[in-house]
Nanobody
Framework: VQLQASGGGLVQPGGSLRLSCAASGNIFSIGDMGWYRQAPWKQREFVARISSDSRTRYADSVKGRFTISRDDAKNTVYLQMISPKPEDTTVYYC???????????????WGQGTLVTVSS
């Protein structure tokens, strides 16, 4: 199973940016999917998560500004960033709980990270 994140780049404060993360491989089903971020010399922190029945939860720091969604037909999770702030600048990682065909449990997988820079 591989998770491929994309969509990072430079965005101005008050602008918008959408991150995508597509899962591929021998997938039977996907459970929760989420986004985390990690600045240099800091621990990875939770940003947002969405369950298989589309229940969502967010870190307080992004609530009301970021929206997580998923497209199960494409095995893809999105993070829509509205009005990002300079302090949102960092590397964003996607995560998914995936059940591989032939294996009867979900395991967590991570994407490679995509850099978001919020600057004017």
């Amino acid at each position: 199973v591989q998770l491929q994140a994309s969509g990072g780049g430079l965005v101005q404060p008050g602008g918008s940016l959408r991150l995508s993360c597509a899962a591929s491989g021998n997938i039977f089903s996907i459970g929760d999917m989420g986004w985390y971020r990690q600045a240099p010399w800091k621990q990875r922190e939770f940003v947002a998560r969405i369950s298989s029945d589309s229940r969502t939860r967010y870190a307080d720091s992004v609530k009301g500004r970021f929206t997580i969604s998923r497209d199960d037909a494409k095995n893809t999770v999105y993070l829509q960033m509205i009005s990002p702030k300079p302090e949102d600048t960092t590397v964003y990682y996607c995560n998914a709980d995936v059940r591989v065909r032939g294996i009867g449990r979900y395991e967590g997988y991570w994407g490679q990270g995509t850099l978001v820079t919020v600057s004017s």
